[in-house]
């Protein structure tokens, strides 16, 4: 049977329409699938550029345990190598017994404000019979700063604290007592003793 001449173009025109009918419906069930794979995720709708908290900071100095500037050094930390007049300004005298000088004392004439050094963690809070109250806290590079003497506390164990944080407040102690008001400061590197002069001002990276 001979095909009438119109018969070809419709037929054409009918197989495009469906092509296009069969993308159409498939684009659409992609599109619900990939909707109902996002249908779970939690979008941002406010900018978070704000909040962002350096990885790295600068680094830190380590800082004067105290802000009043009329705070002075009244007994240095002693060191055999100092020459005779430091070493006398380093030396503690208690109960008819000269000792050298583990730390160094600030004293002013009235009560001060004692902070830390550093950023860290308070490790400990005690009473010790010589020195009175004391707070130690553990810095980075295990570094230990000790704050001694202290007339009131104002931190707890256990606490995260920044640099500049108020540890306390100063006052007396008794093997100390010829210096009235007064912060006696002890730093420990890796358990070692160290001046603390010798680390105050410096980067702590660098020590």
């Known amino acids: 049977m001979k095909l009438k001449p119109f ?6 025109i009918s197989l495009i329409f469906m092509l296009i009918l069969g993308l ?6 992609m ?5 109902d794979s996002l249908s779970d995720v939690t ?3 406010s900018v978070i550029l704000g909040d962002i908290v350096p990885v790295v900071n600068t680094e830190a100095t380590v800082s004067n345990p105290y802000v009043l500037e009329s705070v002075k050094i009244k007994r240095y930390f002693y060191n055999a190598e100092d020459d005779i007049d430091k070493q006398k300004e380093s ?5 008819n017994t000269y000792m050298p000088n583990t730390g160094v004392d600030y004293v ?3 009560k ?3 902070v830390s050094i550093l950023d860290g963690t308070i490790i400990d809070i005690k009473e010790d019979e010589l020195l009175g109250k004391i707070v130690e806290v553990r810095h980075e590079n295990e570094f230990v700063s000790s704050y001694a003497g202290l007339s009131e506390i104002s931190v707890q164990k256990g606490e995260a604290i920044t640099q500049g944080t108020k540890i306390g407040t100063s ?8 210096l009235g008001n007064h912060l006696h400061l002890e730093i420990y590197k890796n358990g070692v003793n160290v001046d603390p002069l010798k680390v105050i001002g410096q980067k702590l990276g660098d020590l």
Do not use: H, M, R, W
């Open 24 to 29: 159409f419906f498939t684009s659409q069930a």
């Open 43 to 45: 979008y941002v709708s």
């Open 108 to 110: 002013n004439e009235e």
């Open 91 to 95: 030396i503690v005298y208690y109960d």
């Open 31 to 35: 599109k619900s699938d990939v909707e």
């Open 7 to 12: 018969v070809f173009p419709v037929l054409y």
């Open 112 to 114: 001060f404000e004692v």
């Open 171 to 178: 006052g007396t102690n008794k093997i100390n007592e010829s």
